[in-house]
């Protein structure tokens, strides 16, 4: 199971445990008021902690990449969670709403009337109720909406970024409504503690996401030197020059950019670090964000460095590495090479690298870095030879099964490999990809 797999399950799981434990309504016949209450609070339970948790990672913290095994997870697991917290808010006004329709349709009984005996719970508390439960109704229809504009990938990327943002303006009120109508029971018991613990990190997160804070330490301006447009002008090699003080990196990892005007955009770093301030990475317009950087571009201009960030460093005491890339997945390959071919690790490497007919000059560029690296490439023209598959590759190296592989390219094409070689004997901890697939 892998870390994203665990670390989803084992937060819905303890929720889950916690909020039984501390309501049990599963267990035996009870009204139907209760039990939809109780459901009530469940599903908004789970909402929150899965939205609080969201925000968190959202903060690219580096302290958390070896824990969930790179930003790449990290955010594959933020879209996961974001997911769930949608479901959760859905069922969460289904369990609000069904009874009323459904009386009101003849199918069940009116529910009785509350009695206006005492309140219980403390008298602030339940003086705001009223106002808690009609902050909820609006940030319910803000949180859909917003959740959705995010998961459809039609909608333009600037204004994704943008909209997204506002998750975390949607959160501090929802934090506001859900102490206040927390079942007044649970606060004696640890799921209370657990939930208020992640609103509580979830509230600073969302306030250092409004602030702009996220990301802020780790960057460097830098200024565009270079630009080399590629013969079929969807990719474009942009060399940028720091001004500022930079970490350095490993090959495979990558950066967020700001180029002029737009928001930050994850790219691999396709050059490897000489503390000379000069850094490479080759974009391919894949979306409506990174087709219009060619003609946008210009020599000159500034822009903003955010890293580095990423897991993807072809370690492991494997003696044998197989290396696959296909299109412009070929970047933190290139910038491995270069690293190699200064301070070899006495690895045997093969490289398979997977191409349209537009890339025969990035070809003629990775034969002469593969001669310097001492890599063996193997050149996959896709529209001659059809798809690579793992059967390919398994004949070419015989002793695949001792190697790592190391993955970068699209999403589906990597999951059908992995699939592949694990059936055919490859230990699962043996195959890394990069999990980014983002706008």
């Given amino acids: 199971m892998s870390r994203i797999t665990l670390t989803f399950w084992g937060l819905c799981a303890l929720l889950t445990i916690l909020w039984l434990a501390a309501d049990p309504v599963i267990f035996g016949s009870h009204p139907l008021a209760q039990v939809?209450?109780?459901?009530?609070?469940?599903?908004g339970i789970v909402a929150m902690g899965t939205m609080a948790v969201s925000l968190l990672l959202a903060l690219r913290s580096v302290r958390l990449e070896p824990h969930v095994g790179?930003?790449?997870?990290?955010?594959?697991?933020?879209?996961?969670?974001?997911?769930?917290?949608?479901?959760?808010?859905?069922?969460?006004?289904?369990?609000?709403?069904?009874?009323?329709?459904?009386?009101?349709?003849?199918?069940?009984?009116?529910?009785?009337?509350?009695?206006?005996g005492a309140p219980s719970g403390p008298a602030l508390l339940h003086t705001l109720q009223g106002p808690a439960r009609g902050i909820g109704s609006w940030c319910f229809y803000a949180a859909v909406i917003l959740l959705v504009l995010a998961l459809v990938k039609w909608f333009p990327y600037?204004?994704?970024?943008?909209?997204?943002?506002?998750?975390?303006?949607?959160?501090?009120p929802?934090?506001?409504?859900?102490?206040?109508?927390?079942?007044?029971?649970?606060?004696?018991?640890?799921?209370?503690?657990?939930?208020?613990?992640?609103?509580?990190?979830?509230?600073?997160?969302?306030?250092?996401?409004?602030?702009?804070?996220?990301?802020?330490?780790?960057?460097a301006v830098g200024q565009i030197e270079r630009i080399t447009e590629?013969?079929?002008?969807?990719?474009?090699?942009?060399?940028?020059?720091?001004?500022?003080?930079?970490?350095?990196?490993?090959?495979?990892?990558?950066?967020?950019?700001?180029?002029?005007?737009?928001?930050?955009?994850?790219?691999?770093?396709?050059?490897?670090?000489?503390?000379?301030?000069?850094?490479?990475f080759v974009i391919k317009g894949l979306g409506d964000y990174t087709a219009a950087l060619p003609t946008r571009l210009q020599p000159g201009s500034l822009v903003t460095v955010e890293g580095p960030y990423g897991r993807f460093n072809f370690g492991g005491n494997e003696r044998r590495q197989i290396w696959v890339s296909a299109g412009i997945g070929i970047?933190?390959?290139?910038?491995?090479?270069?690293?190699?071919?200064?301070?070899p690790d006495g690895k045997v490497v093969d490289l398979f690298h997977a191409t349209g007919a537009g890339d025969v000059r990035i070809n003629a560029d990775l034969w002469r870095l593969v001669h310097a690296a001492k890599v063996n490439l193997h050149v996959w023209?896709?529209?001659?030879?059809?798809?690579?598959?793992?059967?390919?590759?398994?004949?070419?190296?015989?002793?695949?099964?001792?190697?790592?592989?190391?993955?970068?390219?699209?999403?589906?094409?990597?999951?059908?490999?992995?699939e592949d070689l694990t059936n055919a004997g490859l230990p699962k901890q043996a195959f890394h990809q990069e999990l980014f697939h983002f706008r």
């Avoid at 939809?36 to 599903?43: K, M, P, R, V």
């Fill in 36 to 43: 939809q209450n109780s459901f009530i609070n469940y599903t």
């Fill in 70 to 116: 790179g930003l790449d997870k990290s955010y594959r697991l933020h879209k996961w969670l974001g997911v769930a917290a949608l479901g959760m808010v859905l069922a969460h006004w289904l369990w609000i709403n069904t009874p009323s329709w459904l009386a009101a349709a003849g199918v069940i009984a009116p529910p009785p009337r509350r009695s206006r």
């Fill in 158 to 172: 600037r204004r994704f970024i943008q909209t997204h943002r506002l998750l975390a303006i949607v959160y501090l």
């Fill in 174 to 219: 929802l934090v506001f409504h859900s102490v206040v109508l927390l079942k007044t029971s649970y606060w004696k018991q640890p799921i209370a503690y657990l939930i208020a613990a992640l609103m509580a990190a979830g509230t600073v997160a969302a306030i250092y996401i409004l602030f702009r804070r996220v990301g802020r330490t780790r960057q």
């Fill in 230 to 280: 590629h013969q079929d002008g969807r990719i474009v090699a942009v060399t940028i020059c720091l001004k500022d003080r930079w970490p350095g990196h490993d090959a495979g990892q990558f950066a967020f950019v700001k180029f002029d005007g737009e928001e930050p955009h994850p790219f691999t770093i396709s050059s490897g670090w000489k503390d000379d301030g000069l850094m490479t």
């Fill in 331 to 343: 970047t933190p390959f290139i910038s491995r090479m270069q690293h190699l071919a200064m301070h």
């Fill in 381 to 418: 023209v896709s529209p001659e030879q059809g798809l690579l598959t793992a059967d390919h590759i398994c004949r070419a190296v015989p002793e695949w099964k001792e190697a790592a592989f190391w993955f970068c390219g699209p999403v589906d094409f990597g999951k059908t490999l992995r």
